[in-house]
């Protein structure tokens, strides 16, 4: 998600303002940080990047601050950092040209309504194009930070969604991620009440745009995973057969305590739904380790979860206390060791699982996107199931989607050749 707010700053400000991209620090007029603030390590980065650009920048250059951290810090960054010349927060990223030159400008209305706008269009990889379908959050899991950085949920209405995704169809995307924090919430809240339309109603209206090849999305909740969404999701040939379930935590006491709203048994039945609905899915999933309270039977229950649902893809982190949620004034914090030790638990399992997993992949065939020129003579793409793609050949195979057989395995990615 902010990989596209950063796409559609680049947009505004190459649209409306004299700006244009660069990779030299020292050539930049202004530097933008775009910033995330769901974990606390990347919020104590931002004030040493912001030395190191002020050392290194172009002497009139100006430093802007942007995103989750600017929406939750403010003008504290300014009285921080009095080099930073503007904070804009995450749900106000369409006001970049507004404040571009207004020296100390600080904009972090999190309720702010940008769900009509209509930005200006850059896309970091052409043949692939990123949708926001909803903004905000209407959960409060008791952990996270989002909803008082990014405001309440809010849908964007469905034709304006269709016409950007027409937009970069047109100009060479076969692939789109949908984006939203609760995305498959879409079409609870809309701005205005002319629509009725929700998350598997707005696939099958995505999936009927011609040119339009694949279609992903991010991060849907396991909550709002009914069989309507899921017989949709398995029998939709545009669908990409890959879907993130974040399962947090393994134990039910837990998963109250989190505010998740389903219980290890939901989780459990919701994955091996996904699995019988569709053999050929693979499972992303979030988990968190040392959440307040978390007892070594709770810890356990989370492996007994990656034990069943054998994720294909696992990102886990340390739980970190953050402003503005309930959880970080719980009692019973789990010592740094303890979380340690238990994520160290979780990766080394998951390692061995996904080692097997890729093992078994030698020999199969998949149909692979192709997006990216790599060194050495090499293409990269991924396939329908989300793996990552290695293959000899050149810009021909760019924006084509190919079958190819498996030849090399490895952890983190496949290689093979190209059969047709
Ligand atoms: N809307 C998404 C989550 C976005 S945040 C969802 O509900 O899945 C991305 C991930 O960061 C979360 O899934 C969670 O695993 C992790 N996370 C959020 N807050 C955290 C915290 N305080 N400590 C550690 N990890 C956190
Ligand atoms: Fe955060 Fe929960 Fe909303 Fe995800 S669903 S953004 S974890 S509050």
Redesign the pocket.
């Known amino acids: 998600m902010n990989v596209r707010d950063s796409e559609h700053m680049i947009a505004e400000l190459n649209c409306k303002e004299p700006y244009e991209l660069t990779q030299e620090l020292k050539e930049a007029d202004l530097i933008i940080i775009n910033t995330c603030s769901?974990?606390?390590k990347p919020v104590s980065k931002l004030f040493s990047e912001i030395g190191v650009f002020n050392k290194f920048k172009k002497k009139d250059a100006k430093i802007g601050v942007t995103g989750c951290t600017a929406s939750h810090l403010g003008k504290d960054i300014i009285k921080r950092a009095p080099v930073v010349d503007f904070v804009l927060g995450a749900r106000n990223i369409s006001k970049i040209t507004q404040v571009v030159d207004k020296r100390h400008a600080v904009e972090i209305d999190i309720n702010y309504d940008d769900s009509s706008y209509a930005f200006g269009e850059y896309r970091s990889n052409g043949f692939k194009s990123m949708v926001n379908i909803s903004m905000g959050?209407d959960?409060s899991?008791t952990?996270?930070?989002?909803p008082a950085t990014r405001g309440d949920e809010v849908s964007i209405p469905s034709n304006l969604i269709i016409n950007e995704i027409e937009k970069a169809v047109k100009t060479g995307a076969k692939e789109v991620m949908l984006l939203g924090?609760?995305v498959n919430n879409y079409g609870k809240y809309f701005t205005a009440n002319d629509e009725k339309c929700n998350f598997t109603k707005l696939l099958q209206k995505v999936s009927k745009i011609e040119g339009l090849e694949r279609i992903r999305f991010t991060?849907?909740?396991p909550l709002h995973m009914d069989d309507e969404f899921l017989e949709e999701f398995a029998s939709n040939p545009k669908l990409c057969k890959q879907i993130?379930v974040?399962l947090?935590s393994g134990s039910s006491s837990l998963l109250k305590s989190m505010r998740r709203g389903y219980s290890k048994e939901w989780f459990i039945n919701r994955c091996e739904k996904i699995r019988e609905l569709c053999p050929e899915a693979t499972i992303s999933t979030?988990?968190?380790v040392g959440?307040p309270g978390e007892s070594e039977e709770d810890f356990e229950d989370t492996m007994d979860v990656l034990e069943k649902v054998r994720f294909e893809q696992l990102?886990?982190?340390?739980?970190?206390?953050?402003p503005h949620?309930d959880?970080a004034e719980f009692d019973r914090q789990i010592s740094n060791e303890v979380s340690g030790a238990r994520l160290t638990k979780l990766q080394a399992r998951h390692t061995e699982i996904l080692d097997e997993i890729m093992d078994g992949q030698m020999g199969a065939e998949h149909m692979v996107y192709f997006d990216e020129l790599k060194a050495g003579g090499k293409v990269s793409g991924r396939s329908d199931d989300g793996k990552l793609f290695f293959v000899e050949g050149s810009e021909e195979l760019l924006g084509k989607i190919k079958k190819v057989k498996v030849t090399k395995t490895s952890r983190g990615a496949l290689e093979g050749i190209v059969c047709a």
């Open positions: 769901v974990r606390e959050c959960k899991c952990y996270c930070i989002v924090q609760n991060s849907p909740h993130h974040p947090q979030d988990i968190i959440f990102f886990s982190f340390k739980y970190s206390p953050r949620t959880a």
